[in-house]
T-cell receptor, first 114, second 113 residues
Framework: GENVEQHPSTLSVQEGDSAVIKCTYS??????FPWYKQELGKGPQLIID?????GEKKDQRIAVTLNKTAKHFSLHITETQPEDSAVYFC?????????????FGTGTQLKVEL | EPEVTQTPSHQVTQMGQEVILRCVPI?????FYWYRQILGQKVEFLVS????????KSEIFDDQFSVERPDGSNFTLKIRSTKLEDSAMYFC???????????FGNGTRLTVT
């Protein structure tokens, strides 16, 4: 089955700086890579996703890149703000069968300091 | 924006007791999921449900677990005889159709004592 590795486990940045979180996956059949933000006491919230037919996707301050050859994908947050502080999870799955059984990474605790 | 809602937010039960965790998926969604997250660990897939039947389940989802869609709005997870190691956050999720994003509820924290 799929295995997703994520690093770093914790990341502390100054407000206004950029943050990068990296993930690798093992199953070459995976073709959908969402990123979730989890705030304390809440469920994972989808913030951006990318499919294997594109290499990069951007939504305001958030961008995701995908390198299918190396089986790497990364989340980039620019101009970080205190409200970006949360746990971020990457995930991967093969959508071919229509389902969305996600394999999650271990999470990154992002702290944006004033 | 429509949400997946879960009740209760926290459930405490004694070992060996049955618990039912309840979820109301987003109203026009057709695919339903349960995931769990043991404290400090990654979110893990338990089961997916479509067209009134289980479409896939993980090795965690053994005979002690069952799911049901008793009516047009609710989706439940039952644990027949809880064990200490069942203590975790349980997340319900739904999606509108195949190849679409998965939306999670805020979870039920299950504590087995």
């Amino acid at each position: 089955g799929e295995n997703v590795e994520q690093h770093p486990s914790t990341l502390s940045v100054q407000e206004g700086d950029s943050a990068v979180i990296k993930c690798t996956y093992s199953d070459s059949a995976s073709n959908y890579f969402p990123w979730y933000k989890q705030e304390l006491g809440k469920g994972p919230q989808l913030i951006i996703d990318i499919r294997s037919n594109v290499g990069e996707k951007k939504d305001q301050r958030i961008a995701v890149t995908l390198n299918k050859t190396a089986k790497h994908f990364s989340l980039h947050i620019t101009e970080t703000q205190p409200e970006d502080s949360a746990v971020y999870f990457c995930a991967a799955t093969d959508l071919t069968g229509g389902g969305n059984k996600l394999t999650f990474g271990t999470g990154t605790q992002l702290k944006v300091e004033l | 924006e429509p949400e997946v809602t879960q009740t209760p937010s926290h459930q405490v039960t004694q070992m060996g007791q049955e618990v039912i965790l309840r979820c109301v998926p987003i109203s026009n969604h057709l695919y339903f999921y349960w995931y769990r997250q043991i404290l400090g660990q990654k979110v893990e897939f338990l089961v997916s449900f479509y067209n009134n039947e289980i479409s896939e389940k993980s090795e965690i989802f053994d005979d002690q677990f069952s799911v049901e869609r008793p009516d047009g709005s609710n989706f439940t997870l039952k644990i027949r005889s809880t064990k200490l190691e069942d203590s975790a956050m349980y997340f319900c999720a739904s999606m509108i159709g195949p190849n679409s994003p998965l939306h999670f509820g805020n979870g039920t924290r299950l504590t087995v004592t």
